[in-house]
């Protein structure tokens, strides 16, 4: 066993909060108790589990609050579970979904968990109107009926009524959303300020019910979250846990070899390759349901031709990427559901094919090509990605202007509609195949503001789709409603402004003395409550 328990108490904060280029002592490893995890969290705007709608946030929401619906970390293909519910019943109609609360179970401040906190939870999505709510908006609920769709009939029953009728794993799925997170409704409404619903207050501080709270956050460097012992569903192994925004693969492994941080998150292939023959580090594998991919803005008049957008799809070296800086992180995918989920499509209709491109391009009108900005992330693969697209496009003739920049100016860019190309990629934010589809393939109102919504970003009015879209939620066939995914994504491959490229495969490195890190496959955020050392 690695000799530990040097750094202690707030020496040790002290130590971790060191900037990572700045560090140069060596440390013997991160106390027994204490959980140390390097990754990238500059994406992440607020902590407020209504507003948040990153990667990152989504992250902590996991291990700070509790959902009326959850999973079991350890099996996954369980699917949804009892979470703060302990049971729910539907009604005949298929609209009314009642909950019971699970008795004698806690927020972090000691206020008792009840249904009045989940109804005013669900309400305060609707009524903050913030990225996400459309995860539950979508089921008919608004301003104007929030009180008698989502009420509280007791301290413990919790009624939720849809508009129409809904497939209920549909339904469920989306209670297990990090948006559909449970509140300290007495907590955050001392907090409300001009009848923001506590949101700015929120926004820095926790009011849950998880495995952990949280002590501080310092955005673009750390979060640090400390143990709830008396978690409802087990006595978490950590004390604590620390996050800290290491951009840099190469400085999150030498962190790692040091023993200075227990998980890195973010290293490249040849980190990975690097680190394989040290026996005091292990190497766990998960495939994901993050889809990279990019969008073509439908406002531009040459990207919103259907030859121009089918020829770039011919201009991708998938088999390059993956085999070469992508290999064993990514694997080629090119529809919009993740492998695993219902409905998935295997088929790879694409391959890199200049001549096939230059002349749908020709065809298109434009023989000489055009010029195009692509803006990215600055995370290595994906501007490594839009470098190899840059590449490619020129051999069809298509000069490529690359703009990077932190998470959060691109994807207010993205979110703003203000681009042209967009590289990126999406997660799902509950694990049924209505997650991706409605933000891939729906877009019900383009002149609205739908932020949420991919398709809407770019510009894509699909009234037609968006109706098939509903109508597959709708569906309680299992069989039919798989295949009007598969048909969705066969015509989603050949007509959209989007390019799915490829699918995640997590690379996660730790220290070879740490168990039960798990990531979440496909289906939702990382756990750190089941980690032990």
């Given at each position: 066993m690695k000799i530990k328990n040097l750094l202690k108490g707030l020496a040790f904060a002290t130590a971790v909060s060191v900037s990572a280029l700045s560090a140069t002592a060596t440390y013997?490893?991160?106390?027994?108790?204490?959980?140390?995890?390097a990754d990238r969290i500059d994406d992440m705007t607020?902590?407020?589990?209504?507003?948040?709608?990153?990667?990152?946030?989504?992250?902590?929401?996991?291990?700070?609050?509790?959902?009326?619906?959850?999973?079991?970390?350890?099996d996954l293909s369980k699917g949804y579970q009892p979470g703060l519910a302990e049971s729910w019943t539907v009604s005949d109609d298929g609209k009314t979904f009642t909950f019971k609360i699970a008795k004698g179970r806690k927020f972090h401040s000691g206020n008792d968990i009840t249904a009045h906190d989940a109804e005013y939870s669900l309400?305060?999505?609707?009524?903050l109107q913030k990225t996400p709510s459309f995860i539950l908006t979508q089921f008919g609920f608004k301003a104007e009926n929030v009180e008698t769709a989502i009420k509280a009939i007791d301290d413990y029953t919790l009624v939720v009524t849809t508009d129409e009728k809904y497939a209920p794993s549909f339904v469920l799925n989306c209670f297990a959303a990090a948006v559909s997170s449970i509140v300290d409704s007495k907590l955050v409404q001392s907090h409300e300020v001009d009848g923001d619903w506590g949101n700015k207050w929120l926004q820095t501080n926790s009011a849950g019910s998880g495995p952990f709270s949280l002590v501080k956050w310092k955005p673009n460097e750390s979060y640090?979250?400390?143990?709830?012992?008396?978690?409802?569903?087990?006595?978490?192994?950590?004390?604590s846990v620390i996050v800290r925004h290491i951009?840099?693969?190469?400085?999150?492994?030498?962190?790692?070899?040091?023993?200075?941080?227990?998980?890195?998150?973010n290293l490249t292939p040849t980190d990975i390759d690097g680190i394989s023959s040290n026996s005091d580090l292990a190497v766990d594998n998960d495939l994901r349901g993050r889809i990279m991919y990019f969008a073509m803005s439908q406002k531009d008049p040459i990207l919103s031709k259907p030859k121009v957008r089918l020829a770039l799809r011919y201009l991708v070296d998938y088999d390059g990427m993956v085999n070469s800086f992508l290999k064993g992180q990514w694997v080629v995918h090119q529809a919009f559901l993740p492998l695993t989920y219902m409905g998935e499509l295997k088929d790879k209709p694409f391959s890199l094919n200049v001549e096939k491109a230059k002349k749908l391009l020709a065809e298109a009108g434009h023989a000489d090509g055009f010029d195009v900005e692509i803006i990215v992330r600055n995370v290595q693969e994906r501007i490594q990605i839009a470098q190899s697209l840059q590449n490619t496009f020129k051999q069809a003739g298509i000069n490529v202007s690359l703009t990077q920049g932190t998470g959060k100016q691109i994807l207010g860019q993205y979110r703003a509609r203000d681009f042209q190309i967009y590289v990126g990629t999406w997660g799902p934010d509950y694990p049924d195949p209505h997650t991706n589809a409605d933000t891939f393939a729906s877009n019900p109102?383009?002149?609205?503001?739908?932020?949420?919504?991919?398709?809407w970003r770019a510009s894509w009015d699909i009234p037609e789709l968006s109706a098939i879209t509903k109508a597959a939620s709708q569906e309680t066939d299992k069989e039919?409603?798989?295949?009007?995914?598969?048909?969705?994504?066969?015509?989603?491959?050949?007509?959209?402004?989007?390019?799915?490229?490829?699918?995640?495969?997590?690379?996660?490195?730790?220290?070879a003395n740490v168990q039960g890190f798990y990531t979440g496959s496909a289906v939702t955020g990382v756990y750190y409550w089941t980690v032990t050392k």
């Open positions: 013997a490893g991160t106390p027994d108790n204490v959980l140390v995890v607020s902590l407020d589990p209504h507003d948040l709608f990153e990667f990152s946030g989504t992250d902590y929401v996991n291990n700070v609050y509790d959902k009326l619906v959850s999973f079991d970390p350890k309400r305060r999505v609707v009524m640090r979250l400390k143990v709830n012992a008396d978690y409802w569903r087990a006595k978490p192994g950590m004390k951009g840099e693969p190469a400085t999150q492994r030498l962190l790692l070899e040091k023993g200075d941080i227990d998980v890195a998150r109102d383009n002149n609205g503001t739908h932020a949420g919504k991919l398709a039919k409603r798989a295949q009007m995914y598969v048909d969705m994504q066969k015509e989603h491959q050949m007509n959209s402004p989007f390019v799915e490229m490829f699918q995640k495969n997590d690379q996660t490195a730790r220290q």
